[in-house]
C-alpha cells in the first residue's frame, strides 16, 4: 500500500502573474464593483459595468445560450429595436389596467426617458441583447411584480440568471450580497429571499426576452403573465 503525499501548490510569483496578462476590462468591472460596493448607486456605475462586462466572452456567451431559443433568435437575428419613440401621453391613455398603461404610470413615477435608447445601434449579438435588456428593463419590472427597491432589483436580477446566465446580473446580485453582508446586515435575510424567488420564478416562466411587448401594449399585465406562465412577486412571499 503506498501512501499518498501531499505537495503543496508553489506560492504564485510576480512573473507567474505577468503571464497571465489580466485582461483590462476585469479592473473596470472591479473599479465598479468596488465603487457600488462603497455606496456609490449612480446608475451611470451600471452602465460602465455593462460596458465592461460587454468586452468579456460571458456576454458572447450568454447571446450564445439565448440564441438556442427560436423566438429569442429570431429577435436576436432581427436587431428589432421598436420605432424611436414611446409616447407616454398615449401610452397613459390606454384603458385602464393595460400594459401600457402601467408602464407609463411607473415610468412617469420613477422619471425615466423612455427613449433612451433611441438611435442606438448594436453591432454583435452581445450589444444588442444588452440593449433590448436595458431598453425592457422597467417592463420586466411591472411584468414580473418586483419593485424599484434594492430587493425587488436583486429579485429580478436574480430572475434573469435562470432565464439566461446573464453575467451583469450575476455581478450585481453578487454585489449587492456582499454590501448588506457588510454594511446592512439587516437587509440580508429579505436580499436572500427575494434573490430565491427570482431565481425560482425565472426557472418556471417562459423567455421573457423573446417577447415583443410592444405589439401587446394593450393587454392586461396578467394577461401577460398568464400566457408567460408567471407567478408575480408578491402572491410568492413567505409562500415557497
Not at 122 to 132: H, I, K
Request: aromatic fraction near 8%.
Amino acid at each position: 500500500m503506498t501512501t499518498a503525499v501531499f505537495r503543496p501548490t508553489p506560492a504564485p510569483t510576480a512573473a507567474s502573474f505577468e503571464a497571465q496578462e489580466l485582461p483590462p476590462q476585469l479592473f473596470r468591472v472591479l473599479g465598479t464593483f468596488v465603487a457600488m460596493t462603497g455606496g456609490d448607486t449612480d446608475l451611470e456605475l451600471v452602465g460602465a459595468l455593462a460596458e465592461a462586462l460587454l468586452e468579456t466572452p460571458s456576454y458572447a456567451l450568454m447571446a450564445e445560450q439565448l440564441r438556442r431559443d427560436p423566438a429569442c433568435a429570431a429577435l436576436i437575428e432581427a436587431r428589432s429595436i421598436p420605432p424611436p419613440a414611446h409616447d407616454l401621453e398615449q401610452l397613459a391613455n390606454m384603458p385602464e389596467g393595460s400594459l401600457g398603461q402601467a408602464y407609463a404610470a411607473s415610468l412617469a413615477r420613477l422619471g425615466y426617458d423612455p427613449n433612451l435608447h433611441a438611435g442606438m445601434a448594436p453591432s454583435t449579438d452581445a450589444a444588442y441583447v444588452e440593449l433590448r435588456l436595458s431598453q425592457t428593463h422597467d417592463l420586466w419590472h411591472v411584468v414580473t411584480g418586483f419593485d424599484t427597491t434594492v430587493t425587488g432589483e436583486i429579485g429580478l436580477q436574480a430572475f434573469h440568471l435562470t432565464q439566461f446566465p446573464y453575467p451583469l446580473g450575476a455581478v450585481l446580485t453578487a454585489q449587492a450580497l456582499l454590501s448588506a453582508t457588510l454594511g446592512a446586515p439587516e437587509l440580508l435575510p429579505e436580499l436572500v429571499e427575494a434573490t430565491r424567488i427570482g431565481l425560482q420564478m425565472g426557472l418556471e416562466a417562459k423567455p421573457l426576452f423573446a417577447q415583443r411587448w410592444e405589439e401587446g401594449w394593450a393587454r392586461p399585465p396578467q394577461e401577460w403573465r398568464e400566457a408567460l406562465q408567471l407567478r408575480p412577486f408578491a402572491e410568492r412571499v413567505g409562500r415557497l
